[in-house]
């Protein structure tokens, strides 16, 4: 299951993972995403317009006045799903950008744990925190 | 054991439903049932439709390619209203259903802890174990 | 709003205990109460020194720098662990407590959802939330 | 809140980082940890003993037969305290052992998303997806 969270995210390589990877770093590191990137993008809308049948469905359930525990079975799904496609965003994320602001780093010659991957180590904890604490 | 539990949600179809629906209550109590069940409904459906706004922007926030962690941002910000909708929908159906059905036994003169009583402690323990582990 | 909840449990003493504790559903229902609720102070307390003993596992772990993503998967166990321990906890508590809160106030010739039957679903509520929210 | 996260991990410089990221690049990158991480490790020892004073606590509570609802709270608390110590060594994890992959990859003439560098953001999103799963 937790394995799953690992599964679903394809490698990437390409001409384009700037986009991916905040605006700051998109001139920094050409070399990435392109096609991949693109199909990553596919995959994450078809994800989201399935969650957002999921809360339709909900709407549904609310006004058919379906049992209570049915409808929070369905939210419990939608928000699992909501969390794999977190994790999806975020394994990509620390392939492309934290990885790679740390290969800049290393290729403008400093040691490991500059203020550069310091700072997007901690934007990304405290993104995972955020997800952690809802 | 809580976890096994949470696959005994029947589905439930438009007869058997109301009885299962917290609905039984709302007859024999009308402050809580009828116009008061009508409001919660509507305030239901006003929180669904601004969960499926989020989702939505999610799904602009990715096609834009807004930096990972603040799409980051959004999933948490979905994920918790998400989990405030579970948690109005599980408080009405604590008051009206688990108790009504205490009220409903004690009236037959049994003992509190009877088998319909805790099927539906039970039942309502295993959906949150469900919100828990997502 | 249901954090703000998380407040309003009051510390209780010896004497007021037993009024709140799902005690005097134990003299109501002997099956339930007595003998049955010492069992599982018995299961709550073996529960509880076996998460002890994985706390203290953790410790081991960091000392002897044991890899991260080791020491992760550790952390999540107990953390699954304290969460069934809280699901049984809230299960007794509905179905003793909560249950027995709306037989009393049946057994007074009130309708469900008095104030006093609310006031527990409100506070199962803000806890199941303060679980949910950590 | 969320940013405590980020905040409570003090960044690290010294001789024997090896020690925190695993003892597969203990000997490929040396320069990092040494009196750093041997503070981390005292500040990780005492929160988790604090953790392990809290379930103690948890087990007079039990004994005590403290009212359910106080008892789920202080579980709420013991959760939350292992979730804090979690991030922050997943903080320390992804600064240390993610970026050093990338460092050494890059070091080695290779472009970014090697299989070394994806091996470990795939097991670290794998760690998280078992902390937000339980």
Redesign the interface.
């Given at each position: 299951?937790?394995?799953?969270?690992?599964d679903t995210?394809a490698?990437?390589?390409g001409d384009e993972r700037g986009?991916?990877?905040?605006?700051t770093s998109a001139q920094e590191?050409v070399?990435?995403g392109g096609h991949g990137y693109a199909k990553q993008?596919d995959q994450?809308?078809k994800r989201?317009?399935r969650?957002?049948g999921q809360?339709?469905g909900?709407?549904r359930m609310?006004?058919?006045?379906?049992?209570?525990?049915?409808?929070?079975?369905q939210?419990?799904?939608?928000?699992?799903a909501?969390?794999s496609?977190?994790?999806q965003?975020?394994?990509?994320?620390?392939?492309?950008?934290?990885?790679?602001?740390?290969?800049e780093?290393?290729?403008q010659g400093e040691?490991?744990?500059t203020s550069e991957?310091?700072a997007k180590?901690?934007?990304?904890?405290?993104?995972?925190?955020?997800?952690?604490?809802?």
């Open positions: 299951m937790t394995t799953t969270a690992a995210t490698p990437t390589d986009q991916t990877s905040g605006h590191s070399p990435h993008k994450h809308l989201l317009r969650i957002e809360i339709r909900l709407q609310v006004e058919e006045d379906v049992y209570c525990i049915d409808i929070l079975t939210v419990s799904a939608g928000t699992k909501l969390q496609f977190a994790l965003l975020l394994e990509e994320h620390l392939r492309h950008c934290v990885a790679s602001a740390a290969v780093s290393a290729a040691t490991e744990g991957v310091d180590v901690a934007e990304a904890t405290a993104a995972i925190a955020r997800l952690l604490r809802t």
